[in-house]
């Protein structure tokens, strides 16, 4: 009897992680929900390959997620957004910052409709100078052009000195122009960029008040 007990005892021993290990199976046992590439649900208890990318999750003995991975379509759209909101976090952090040097810059909107005035006389003072320069070029142009085509009849090309001097007086004249059309333009976008600020310098300093 005390053989058959000890037998027993050992038997149990042996068997006993085994019984243990039965038991706990179930409950580690992991229940995954995942979508196929057709948009069909499924429940498995392992996740297939293809299912990487698609996303999953991974639900308790309850049914309740405990774990999700992100598809590869809403990663996209998770990085997508965050992107969006670091470009708007970032224009809301220049435009403080434009909003707190303008308001160190003027106390008065007359002020700023002086520092206006100055930038387009700057501009007005460029445009002066290249008329007068162009005033005394385009008649000098317009006699060595007469020069070259009095020169270059019965097909024959003008002397090349005298075409190079007209040459370089037109890239005067085309210069002078350009001048007067760049700092013109350059004008616009002043007082297009000095109305804006009265405008947000108003905006700014009403919320003050």
Do not use: C
């Not at 243990?20 to 649900?41: S, T």
């Not at 040459?167 to 002078?176: G, I, L, N, T, Y």
């Not at 013109?184 to 297009?192: I, L």
Request: proline content about 3%; charged content about 30%.
């Amino acid at each position: 009897m005390q053989y058959r007990n000890t037998v027993d005892n050992m038997a149990f021993k042996y068997l006993l992680p085994l019984l243990l290990a039965a038991a706990v199976l179930p409950a580690q046992a992991k229940m995954y929900k995942w979508v196929d590439a057709q948009g069909n649900v499924h429940y498995t208890d392992t996740l297939p390959p293809a299912s990487a990318s698609q996303g999953n999750a991974e639900l308790s003995k309850t049914g309740n997620v405990v774990k999700k991975t992100e598809s590869a379509e809403e990663k996209q759209k998770r990085l997508a957004a965050e992107a969006e909101a670091a470009e708007r976090k970032k224009i809301a952090a220049e435009q403080a910052r434009k909003d707190r040097a303008l308001l160190a810059t003027y106390t008065t909107e007359q002020e700023i409709d002086l520092a206006r005035d100055r930038a387009l006389e700057h501009h007005n003072l460029i445009i002066k100078s290249a008329q007068a320069r162009l005033k005394q070029l385009l008649p000098t142009a317009e006699d060595m052009g007469k020069k070259v085509k009095a020169a270059s009849k019965n097909g024959k090309p003008a002397p090349v000195h005298l075409q190079q001097q007209y040459d370089a007086k037109r890239a005067e004249v085309e210069d002078a122009r350009n001048t007067i059309k760049t700092n013109q333009e350059a004008m616009v976008k002043v007082r297009e960029r000095y109305e804006a600020e009265k405008l947000r310098f108003r905006e700014l300093t009403a919320v003050k008040r």
